[in-house]
């Protein structure tokens, strides 16, 4: 199984700052990971797919790159709205995927 | 416009099953690739198995091998994921999710974008 590490766990920015995102897999996923936010009470929003494929509907501010095993989600000026979780997931070996344990952006 | 509704919450008893339903509206279940993921409280995401449907087969999340069985109705366009064994930590939000459809012959993904609402099922004595 491949497993997926996000860091930082939480992460303390002010609204106007970026944010760096990152997930590590246990072993190449090539491109196919997805970023995605979940506020309290929701279910997750799709984010980016294929790891740089904004989805329909998202802001430019929220962009991903990277590929293999290193991949980083980047919000480049933090609204309110984005303070919330984040989840990374890999789809290499489809239909089975993994999630990574999530990373928490609060306001600082 | 794909849309999941899912069953109602539940509440049961250890050792008891559970059977939550995702009714599928704006496309066509067979052409859709189904998955169900969990979140315990204050918990993350945990993915329990998914559907491919170009063979037709399920895969089950190694963790709930023997314990989990994911059909599909495909004359009212509703798939089903029944958990048997309850035990407490069973508890937790049940997602439906589509992350792949068919289009002509071609299986297009584009992540986990559709959603069911999710379904509470709490497992208490």
């Not at chain 1, 990971?33 to 799709?46: F, V």
Request: aromatic residues 10%; hydrophobic residues 35%; negative net charge.
């Amino acid at each position: 199984e491949i497993v997926l590490t996000q860091s930082p766990a939480t992460l303390s920015l002010s609204p106007g700052e970026r944010a760096t995102l990152s997930c590590r897999a246990s072993q190449s996923v090539s491109s196919y990971l997805a970023w995605y936010q979940q506020k309290p009470g929701q279910a997750p929003r799709l984010l980016i797919y294929d790891a740089s494929n904004r989805a329909t509907g998202i802001p430019a501010r929220f962009s991903g790159s990277g590929s293999g095993t290193d991949f980083t989600l980047t919000i480049s000026s933090l609204e309110p709205e984005d303070f919330t979780v984040y989840y990374c997931q890999q789809r290499s070996n489809w239909p089975s995927i993994t999630f990574g344990q999530g990373t928490r952006l609060e306001i600082k | 416009q794909v849309q999941l509704v899912q069953s109602g919450a539940e509440v049961k008893k250890p050792g008891a099953s559970v059977k939550v339903s995702c009714k599928v509206s704006g496309y066509t279940l067979t052409e859709l690739s189904m998955h169900w993921v969990r979140q315990a409280p204050g918990k993350g995401l945990e993915w329990m198995g998914g559907f491919d449907p170009e063979d037709g087969e399920t895969i089950y999340a190694q963790k709930f091998q023997g314990r989990v069985t994911m059909t599909e109705d495909t004359s009212t366009d509703t798939a089903y994921m029944e958990l048997n064994s309850l035990r407490s930590e069973d508890t937790a939000v049940y997602y439906c999710a589509t992350d792949a459809f068919i289009v002509g012959a071609t299986l297009i993904h584009d992540g986990f974008d559709i959603w069911g609402q999710g379904t509470m099922v709490t497992v208490s004595s």
